[in-house]
Every structure is written in structure tokens, then in C-alpha cells.
């Protein structure tokens, strides 16, 4: 992803626009998204005026709501949206009904500082937020949401734990800042072996039992409804979708 916005000090903000023209205008197409300026911004025009030009795979909205994605217009690329203010965050079910947002992202430094949060190792500061998109998200009926960025690049282990509770609330990804980064956020995101095997014989016994005419069963001790069954399913597309 190019960054136009919080990577870019103002004054090289015309400059950066005419890096990622060139780099894009090779062919090669090493970046395939864009983080724009925010609407608010007197930057954002130009912005637009850029990407409209680009072959882009995504668009990268900051500071998200329902205005900011009006105002790209129902044309051009899927959106990326950033839920990272109060009202982001009180409206990010309309702005993941939006036609074009694929996916919300949740970012922690502006929304962190916007309501006064202090980082707990534990990450309680952000649960609310964070279960927030997760349901906003399904609501809506778009893909599970990315995960806020891990700023330490040297800790590995943290990020780690920091993904792997993204996992259990919901989260299907994370935002990364750095390369080194990819290979631990895509092998925690991908189901375990161990989960594969569950799932697969999960629906194999529920197709054993719903010949038989039951829809409710007991597999290792452990009671199996349909609530498990959908669960199962979504395992093996997340384990197919990663080998892809």
C-alpha cells in the first residue's frame, strides 16, 4: 500500500502523489492500494485526482464514515475504510453497507487518542472497538475486519499474542507496518492443521447424521448443532482461501 496520508509530511504531500504515479506507471505494480488523504483535508482533492488516473486493486480510506465513502463516489476500486474516530466507530455499520467498502480496518493511534485510552498489555483499552467492527462488520454482511497495527517491529512475540486475540474476537486479519510482520499475521490468521481435521470431520458426521435423519449429534463427547456445522465450513474456506 502507498501511504499519501500520515507517512507524508504536508509539504512533500504534491511530491508523494508523483512518486506513486511513476511507480505505478512502470507496469511492475508493486503497490496495489492507496491510502488517501482524509475528505476533510486539502489534500484530498488531489488525492482523488491521482487515483482516478491509477489502476488501482483497492482504495484506502482514512478516518472512515458514511460521508468520506460518499464522497469517492460509487465508481473505481473496493475501499479499505479506516474506523478510527468515536464517530467512525458509531457509524461503521453504514459505512460497511456501502456498496464499495469491502472490509473495515480498525485503527488504534487516532481513535486511541481521540477518546484519551492508555495501552494495556492485555489490550482492554481497545475490546470495546474492537468487538464493535467485528459485529458492525457481519451486520453488514462484508468480510470479517482487519486487526489494528503491532508498532513494535522487534516483537515478534507480541505481535503474535496481539493476533491471535484479533482471532478469537472475530478478526480475520491485520494490518501491517512492515514486511517481517506478514509471515507471523498470516500463519495465525490461518487455521491449525488440528482445525482442519475438526472441521472435516465435523461435516462428514453431519452428513453421516442428517441421512439419518438427526440434526443434532455428539462427536468426541461434544454436541454438534448446526451453529458448529456453519463454524466447520468457515474453517475449511479460511484453509482454502489461505493455500490459494
Avoid at 96 to 108: E, F, M, N, Q
Wanted: hydrophobic share 45%.
Amino acid at each position: 500500500m502507498a501511504d499519501l496520508e500520515d507517512a507524508v509530511a504536508p509539504e512533500e504531500k504534491a511530491a508523494a502523489r508523483e512518486i506513486v504515479r511513476d511507480v505505478l506507471s512502470t507496469g511492475a505494480r508493486p503497490v496495489t492500494a492507496v491510502r488517501v488523504n482524509g475528505v476533510a483535508t486539502p489534500y484530498f482533492r488531489d488525492d482523488l485526482a491521482l487515483v482516478s488516473e491509477l489502476e488501482l486493486d483497492a482504495l484506502v480510506v482514512p478516518k472512515a464514515s458514511p460521508d468520506a465513502v460518499e464522497a469517492l463516489g460509487l465508481d473505481g476500486p473496493p475501499l479499505i475504510a479506516i474506523v478510527e474516530t468515536a464517530e467512525g466507530l458509531r457509524q461503521a455499520y453504514e459505512t460497511a453497507r456501502s456498496p464499495r467498502v469491502a472490509v473495515l480496518i480498525l485503527g488504534a493511534a487516532d481513535l486511541g487518542a481521540e477518546l484519551g485510552l492508555q495501552p494495556r498489555n492485555d489490550g482492554l483499552e481497545i475490546l470495546y472497538a474492537r468487538s464493535r467492527v467485528v459485529v458492525e462488520s457481519a451486520a453488514a454482511g462484508i468480510r470479517a475486519p482487519l486487526d489494528i497495527v503491532y508498532l513494535d517491529l522487534r516483537d515478534r512475540d507480541g505481535l503474535e499474542k496481539q493476533a491471535r486475540l484479533a482471532r478469537s474476537l472475530g478478526f480475520r486479519g491485520k494490518a501491517c507496518i512492515h514486511p517481517d510482520q506478514v509471515e507471523v499475521v498470516n500463519r495465525v490468521f490461518a487455521p491449525t492443521a488440528a482445525e482442519v481435521d475438526w472441521a472435516r470431520r465435523v461435516l462428514e458426521a453431519f452428513e453421516e447424521e442428517e441421512v439419518a435423519g438427526r440434526g443434532v449429534f455428539a462427536l468426541d463427547g461434544t454436541m454438534v448443532d448446526r451453529p458448529v456445522v456453519e463454524r466447520a465450513r468457515r474453517i475449511l474456506a479460511e484453509a482454502k482461501g489461505a493455500s490459494a
